[in-house]
């Protein structure tokens, strides 16, 4: 299912979310300007190696700043064009009524907290591996588990597969999200079976920052609705 729009209306304009979008473009834009084995060790630099942690820990070939800064600086790389249009549709789709709710900077902090927490989660799951992990996916999986709790009845306007047919559908908000985490999910059991070094998506890291979104957004379901750009 690949969503096209959600039906809540917002209040304000999304300033936090477009700068986001606009962010990860720049940093995007910027590792397709270098050279392949420049972008190979931008990639090493600052993706998420969990390996990488384990040494620092063990006081071994990296200090702590190498290892865990990039636990921020990875949630604005991306791979490839696919992936990153892919992740800033979602957080175009579900990121403003985030914000509209919870206002200006308590979304921003709620999005890089979501960003940490995923890859913690990610590291915690595959310890020891030299794949770095990169993508803004795990923050805006935190988007997705708070826009659950706040707009569960929300619909979800959606282009839907159907063997060689496609349609679209208005598919409720818990329906469209919670058939998405379920497949992070079981994807994530799947992968704790596949080879320690292989590559892949970092389903953890969906985990982990839809569940921290969620809890975070808990506190915000029951106040009053915020302007999203109120400072």
């Known amino acids: 299912m690949i969503p096209l729009k959600d039906t809540t209306p917002r209040r304000s304009f999304p300033f936090i979310t477009v700068l986001l979008i606009a962010i990860n473009f720049v940093v995007f834009f910027h590792q397709i300007a270098l050279s392949p084995a420049a972008g190979d060790v931008f990639v090493r630099v600052y993706g998420l190696v969990p390996r990488r942690i384990d040494l620092a820990l063990a006081g071994r070939h990296y200090s702590l700043a190498q290892a865990f800064i990039p636990l921020f600086t990875?949630?604005?790389?991306?791979?490839?064009?696919?992936?990153?249009?892919?992740?800033?549709?979602?957080?175009?789709?579900?990121?403003?009524?985030?914000?509209?709710?919870?206002?200006?900077?308590?979304?921003?902090?709620?999005?890089?907290?979501?960003?940490?927490a995923s890859g913690i989660s990610q590291v915690a799951f595959s310890w020891g591996s030299t794949i770095p992990s990169i993508g803004a996916s795990g923050a805006i999986a935190g988007v997705l588990g708070a826009y659950i709790v706040f707009f569960p009845r929300s619909r979800i306007l959606s282009l839907v597969p159907l063997l060689v047919i496609w349609f679209m559908a208005r598919i409720p908000a818990w329906i469209f999200i919670g058939l998405w985490f379920l497949v992070q999910f079981l994807s994530g059991l799947g992968s704790l079976h596949a080879a320690s070094g292989s590559g892949g998506i970092a389903w953890w890291a969906h985990v982990g920052g839809f569940i921290l979104g969620a809890l975070l957004a808990k506190p915000f379901a029951s106040s009053p609705r915020r302007a999203a750009s109120a400072w």
């Open 74 to 116: 990875c949630m604005f790389l991306h791979g490839g064009w696919l992936h990153i249009i892919g992740n800033m549709w979602f957080l175009w789709i579900f990121g403003g009524n985030v914000e509209d709710r919870m206002g200006s900077v308590s979304y921003l902090i709620f999005y890089l907290l979501c960003g940490l």
